[in-house]
């Protein structure tokens, strides 16, 4: 079972200790999932997946460019809940993909979507 927390998604336990440590996962106390009443943990509604292009993937942890990524979403999220979820400065993101088509950022997602966001792209 998957659970969020404000932007983060967790598909397993952190080790988390007595010490305050989450073994890695960069969290304090109170972002911690695992320590008991520091935080309101809800299960997710929806998965979708996700793959971040170009110089998108360095907003999000451990994101390579154009690999595809699983992310748990409240239901009835939009386009914008996912780019906010993320991290992503408004102002970088410009292109949305759902399911292969071009959709606005206030597009609803559905369980399983397949999302694409792409930068702007400047050239000439």
Known sequence: MSHYLGTATFLRQPNYDSNGDCGGWNLSCADC??????????????????????????YYGKAAAGVPFEIDLPENAMIVDLVNRLKLPREEVKLFFVKGRARPIDWPLGPGDEVGIFPLIGGG
């Open 33 to 58: 999932l695992w320590a008991p009443g520091a935080c309101d943990v809800r299960e997710a509604a929806m998965q979708v997946r996700v793959k971040l292009y170009a110089s998108l993937s360095r």
